[in-house]
């Protein structure tokens, strides 16, 4: 089959994105398809460089930062970035990467991340494959743009599990969600044993956007979530580390209440220090973003399953993935402090 992965690479290159939208390349391609990575600039500045903590439309940095990636990976011919700001393709497949999108059986749409363009509307199936459930579905009623993008598509699948369980409380847009799981090629995951008194860690933003709010029913990020545990450093022998990013973080705050704090650009900023981070790490202590586990959506993180990849075990909060997914031994799920 041929396959179009449309993403979020150059335009945000940082190791944990990066690996999302790496593993269902590298995955597709080990199983036989025909497949190329491509990414649209949009039509507006959504680049952004760690060097100069801008963003813009400027994609110089996540360009060499997807060469290398995509090169290690053994993937270097195999995809291209369409700058709709200078009308240009870029990357290696640039020359070929129109007629191949349409040639494809299918398009996958990460995240939605991507509009699209005359060249990938006539693939006969297009998924929008929805990584944010809860925040998707509400923006679908919101905002008439975001939900014309959608429209596009005519196949939808989502991270958010219990939708098509029927267990979610999350607003229907109207769209015929389907579940689905992040693919992990686990031969590109190493497990080996952690370093003596290594921390239970994890990265995350403190806010990745505004909380939502629907019908009365708040929707909040990970800062809302993490508020009840604050003081878990101080209930435990382990020692807890957070990579975090937001420039609002209250590092000062967690610092003081034990917890160890890091630069994410420091630990995690390719797909092969996150790795690294990883390895380094005990296991991933973790909270949710406060929409996922409110909604009860069974949303589960791809980062957390890097985590089990690598063989470290995870405790993170219960999004209602515990409804199908097994839990207790390498995976324990919580609902409050005093499970965790």
């Given amino acids: 089959m041929r396959i179009t992965v449309l993403g979020y690479v150059v335009r945000g290159p940082t190791g944990g994105l990066a690996w999302h939208h790496l593993q269902y390349v590298l995955g597709l391609q080990r199983?036989?398809?025909?497949v190329r990575f491509v990414e649209d600039s949009d039509d507006y500045p959504a680049c952004y460089d760690p060097n100069r903590h801008v963003m813009d439309s400027d994609p110089s940095y996540g360009l060499g930062f997807a060469a290398d990636a995509f090169g290690r990976l053994g993937l270097g011919a195999m995809w291209s970035y369409h700058d709709a700001h200078t009308r240009r393709w870029l990357g290696p497949d640039a020359r070929g990467a129109a007629a191949f999108c349409r040639s494809s059986d299918l398009l996958l749409n990460l995240s939605g991340s991507n509009p699209l363009r005359d060249w990938t509307r006539e693939t006969p199936v297009r998924a929008f494959v929805d990584t944010d459930p809860a925040f998707t579905q509400i923006r679908h009623l919101e905002n008439p743009a975001a939900k014309a993008q959608a429209l596009d598509h005519n196949a939808f699948f989502t991270f958010g599990e219990n939708i098509a369980r029927g267990t979610a409380h999350i607003p229907e847009d109207g769209f015929p969600w389907q579940a689905t799981r992040q693919p992990v090629v686990l031969e590109r995951w190493q497990v080996v044993p952690p370093p003596a008194a290594s921390a239970?860690?994890?990265?995350?933003?403190?806010?990745?956007y505004r909380t939502l709010e629907y019908d009365g029913v708040r929707y909040g990020t990970k800062s809302d979530s993490f508020e009840p545990y604050v003081d878990m450093s101080g209930h435990t022998s382990?020692?807890?580390e957070i990579a975090l990013g937001s420039p609002n973080a209250p590092r000062d705050l967690l610092r003081a209440k034990g917890w160890s704090i890091v630069d994410p650009l420091r630990v995690a900023r390719t797909p092969w220090l996150y790795q690294d981070y990883i390895r380094q790490s005990r296991g991933e202590f973790t909270v949710a973003k406060h929409g996922y586990a409110a909604s009860n959506s069974g949303w589960f993180s791809e980062r957390s399953a890097a985590y089990l990849a690598s063989g470290r075990?995870?405790?993170t909060q219960d999004t209602g993935f515990s409804e199908?997914?097994?839990?207790?031994?390498?995976?324990?799920?919580f609902r409050d402090p005093e499970e965790a």
């Fill in 31 to 34: 199983l036989g398809h025909d």
């Fill in 200 to 208: 239970y860690s994890t990265v995350m933003q403190w806010e990745s």
């Fill in 238 to 240: 382990v020692r807890l």
């Fill in 313 to 315: 075990p995870v405790v």
């Fill in 324 to 333: 199908w997914m097994p839990v207790g031994e390498g995976l324990m799920a």
